[in-house]
């Protein structure tokens, strides 16, 4: 979804559970005043296969309640509090919210809505300032078939690393033979973490994603953690992973190389020619 496009109006997951009386009725007069079809494109994101509203939910709901069956979109390329959005998102699902229409009977007064619904935002974002990742949750999936789809999910949004098909597809494939962990915030997986083991003293980091609206939050380290943790419960002495080395130029293989150092790796040997010569393989290890 990059860019402006229609998108079916029932589709798009709503965000908040209340809509404004005030709001609503100000958006219906200004529809009548200046025509049903000279609205502003609608606000959504999309993080892997979830689309939600990020505003525009009172226009919305009246479109939908005028009949549109389609609404023009325009993704939400701000910076924003992506994980209080999932938590919103998590709310509306709980509260039988899975599309516009179900806020049809939620219009409130203007005092019930603040108190309902914006005071619970400044809650959550206060909560968020203060630990975003407080509600993370790191499990194991079993299932072959959910880790090679939750891999592509994720790894479809990462171009910057993962480029390239045939080996995102080869991760796809891969992943189904390895312990694989995954992230949870508010229901959604939102990274990944898929765990080689040999000669059972060394387990490797075979790939590992985040969705890149949740990167530098801290949730990487706790996966990594996490893994390191059942590691040496299992008598694993080292973790191990393959990353691009310095010798090559990106910008955001720099930003893992970073990344593995704060979270204790060290590099250990350079391998100019085990992908091909203009990609050199830096290995590094973690003792446990």
Known sequence: ???????????????????????????????????WDSYKPVPVK????????????????????????????????????????????????????????????????????????????????????????LNVKIGIVTSAGEKSGICGEILRELPEWFGIDSAVENYVREVAGNIFYIAVLYEKTIGFCAVKTHFGNNAELYVLGIFPEFHRKGIGKVIIDKVAEDCKRNGIRYLT?????????????????????RVGFIP????????????????????L
Not at 14 to 30: G, M, N, R
Not at 274 to 282: F, H, I, Q, V
Request: aromatic share 12%; glycine share 4%; proline share 3%.
């Open 46 to 133: 999309r993080i892997g296969k979830d689309v939600f509203f990020t505003d525009g939910h009172t226009r919305a709901l009246l479109l939908w309640q005028k009949g549109y069956n389609k609404i023009k979109v325009t993704p939400d390329t701000d910076d924003m509090d992506w994980i209080s959005y999932l938590a919103s998102v998590q709310w509306c699902r709980r509260a039988g919210i899975r599309s516009i229409r179900d806020l049809s009977e939620r219009i409130v007064s203007e005092q019930e809505y603040q108190a309902k619904w914006l005071a619970l935002c400044e809650k959550l974002h206060t909560q968020h300032r203060e630990n975003p990742i």
């Open 241 to 261: 992973v393959k990353t691009l080395s310095e010798r090559h130029s990106d910008k955001n293989y720099r930003k893992t190389r970073e990344f593995y150092k």
């Open 1 to 35: 979804m990059t860019d402006l496009k229609e998108i079916d109006i029932e589709s798009v997951q709503p965000s908040q559970l209340y809509i404004s009386e005030p709001k609503y009725q100000a958006a219906k007069e200004d529809f009548e005043i200046y025509g």
């Open 268 to 287: 250990l040997e350079e391998f100019q020619s085990l992908w091909d010569e203009s990609n050199p393989c830096l290995y590094m290890i973690k003792e």
